[in-house]
């Protein structure tokens, strides 16, 4: 195997190429060249792990770096099975930069050991997205028209969406194709608006790959098995399938994948109503979690993609198959929350259209659906008229007559219409450099602070990010990168200061897993296995895991958090040590200070344990020598 990464290096505005190395001495990974990458060039860069196309189960990840116009920061992203492809190229990395003139699809293939062609071609982007089955779906369509019979394999396509043009959070989707078919299984890089570089920043709203190379990747059983079974006393199959039991199916709640899971184990812990149950007693959580969610939500999902195994995997052989099918829609839990609950949404049919339709439009659902809760809370309560939004309807989110299946379709249909709002610009709407820039402007005009109900962490000047779907004090950390699991989402309750340490010593396990390509599905050996197969195969486990402590601090470096500016993040914190008091009863002094803390002061206490959990980050990501 080579010690060194290839990168292409690509230039959008006039389709030049080059090929350059990077040793071992360095940088090991899709992560941390791609982040040098970034600073030095301001591309935007795409790459896989030293393991693709081996026999380690989940390493066939497509990493995506580059400087985040949502965050205002460098950032990382990734999808599934899109390396397996990728790794057909003979490279690691492509390196974009250069901006296309005019909006445009790159195309590289390379056959039988050849060089790799190159071409950007320019395209009537606004027609393609406008036809067929519209958005990222017509696009990946059209670029598979145009360039699919010139490869000998299937190959991939990465499609962006009118996200990626009008806002800063555009995703970047891919789907496998199989023996000429585009499936429905969308993997996404969607956190941290890539898409939005990707189509803004280089003009290419596109990417079509592909190839035959083949290389001697490794594929020894015996030997991965004689690794596992020292370790573990188990083959590599028999723990890969232990640890990705959540993600396939749990036997004990007779449901699987990260919706099922994540919804039978909620009860009184669900966010819905833009966050408002936060406020809520605990049993009146406990009655909307059964009545709305286990009795609907949840057994809709259970008797349509369960019972039916309707499942598939990213497009790598993976005993995971994660991806929970329903027809043409995937469930994951995610995006079916902050575009189910979080909006007002509870029926798999609502929740199915109005996701369907931001994937399409190419946003970042996770950060997409949080942003229509928000623009739902400020119509239902009044702060923002109709006109402001130039929508037709407002939310129904009363729940003493609440439809479970008509008023979600409701909510759902006035999603869609927010979406449509947001990518025309009508009424007030202008997210082109972001909502938290946009809310500051607009707050002084309506003498309120419209951002108060948008629970968001902050990054810089003007960086925002919807945090990930659980009502625990980690989403809020003020880490480099947040958005991602770079951090601790444990529901215990943990001292601010602590917390601040174990987000950055999850961020380094991360790390050994991303800068190798791999899935965080498969962490539960990953994290450990991993930098034994470097010694084993390259002889550099420690050389490895210092390059993940530099690594960890290289991106500390450039944290610039501030402190939440929104009234809703600090009693997102509230709500959660009073959760933890006086429903989980936890009896720990440290928890009982804090409570106090808050009665009295609120603002000061939220300002304390911020702070405290940026001390516990910044003492253990010091940079070091």
Not at 262 to 268: L, Q
Not at 437 to 451: N, V
Not at 524 to 530: P, Q
Not at 593 to 615: G, I, V
Request: include cysteine; charge should be neutral.
């Amino acid at each position: 195997m080579n010690m060194f990464q290839r990168v292409l290096m690509v230039d959008a505005s006039n389709g030049f190429y080059r090929m350059k190395r990077y040793g071992f001495d360095r940088y090991f990974g899709p992560v941390d060249l791609g982040i040098h990458l970034t600073r030095y060039y301001r591309s935007l860069n795409f790459g896989v792990g030293i393991f693709a196309g081996s026999i380690l189960p989940g390493s066939n990840r497509l990493v995506v770096t580059g400087f985040s116009p949502c965050w205002q920061g460098n950032y990382i992203s990734s999808m599934g099975g899109a390396g397996l492809v990728f790794n057909n190229l003979g490279i690691n990395m492509v390196s974009l930069v250069g901006r296309a003139p005019v909006p445009s699809v790159l195309y590289l293939n390379r056959n039988h050991g050849e060089e790799i062609e190159v071409e950007v071609v320019p395209v009537d982007v606004a027609r393609i997205w406008a036809a067929g089955r519209t958005g990222t779906y017509a696009l990946m369509d059209e670029a598979y028209r145009m360039f699919g019979s010139r490869y000998e394999k299937d190959p991939r396509i990465l499609a962006t969406g009118p996200a990626a043009m009008h806002t800063d959070m555009g995703g970047i989707v891919s789907v496998p194709i199989k023996k000429g078919e585009l499936s429905y299984v969308d993997t996404w890089a969607g956190r941290g608006g890539l898409g939005s570089a990707m189509a803004q920043s280089h003009g290419i709203v596109a990417v079509i790959y592909g190839g035959t190379l083949v290389e001697e990747d490794f594929r020894d059983k015996n030997v991965a098995d004689e690794w596992f079974q020292n370790k573990y006393d188990l083959r590599l199959m028999q723990k890969d399938l232990e640890v990705t039991s959540k993600y396939r199916y749990e036997e004990k709640l007779r449901t699987g994948g990260t919706f099922g899971v994540n919804y039978a184990n909620m009860e009184g812990r669900i966010l819905a109503f833009n966050y408002r149950t936060m406020d809520w007693s605990h049993e009146q959580r406990q009655a909307l979690h059964q009545n709305f969610v286990i009795d609907h939500y949840l057994k809709q999902f259970n008797e349509e993609t369960v019972e039916n195994k309707q499942q598939a995997t990213c497009g790598e052989p993976c005993v995971a198959v994660c991806k929970k099918m329903n027809g043409r829609y995937k469930k994951d839990y995610e995006p079916y929350q902050t575009m189910g609950p979080l909006c007002g949404i509870f029926d798999q049919r609502a929740a199915e259209k109005l996701n369907h339709y931001c994937d399409a439009m190419g946003f970042d659902a996770i950060s997409g659906g949080g942003v229509l809760a928000w623009l739902m809370d400020l119509l239902d309560e009044g702060v923002l008229s109709r006109e402001d939004l130039g929508v037709n309807r407002l939310p129904r989110w009363q729940l003493d007559d609440f439809d479970v299946v008509a008023d979600s379709m409701h909510n759902a249909e006035l999603g869609c219409e927010l979406i449509d709002a947001i990518l025309e610009r009508r009424g007030m709407i202008d997210f082109r450099e972001g909502v938290r820039k946009w809310s500051r402007i607009h707050s002084r005009a309506k003498g309120t602070a419209l951002h108060d109900r948008l629970v968001h962490v902050a990054f810089g000047r003007r960086g925002w990010m919807v945090p990930n779907q659980y009502w625990v004090s980690g989403v809020l950390a003020p880490m480099a990168i947040m958005g991602k699991y770079y951090m601790i989402y444990s529901d215990d309750f943990i001292p601010p200061r602590t917390l601040g340490r174990m987000c950055a010593d999850r961020l380094k396990k991360e790390l050994i897993v991303d800068n190798l390509g791999t899935c965080r599905f498969h962490r539960g050996w990953a994290e450990e296995m991993l930098p034994d197969v470097m010694g084993s195969l390259y002889d550099c486990k420690e050389r490895y895991l210092r390059s993940i402590e530099i690594l960890a601090t290289r991106i500390n470096s450039g944290n610039t958090p501030v402190f939440w500016d929104s009234q809703r993040n600090i009693d997102f914190i509230h709500s959660f040590l009073r959760r933890k008091k006086e429903v989980d009863k936890i009896a720990d002094p440290r928890l009982d200070e804090w409570l106090e803390k808050f009665n009295q002061d609120p603002l000061e206490a939220a300002r304390e344990f911020w702070y405290q959990t940026l001390m516990g980050i910044d003492e253990s990501l010091r940079e070091f020598f």
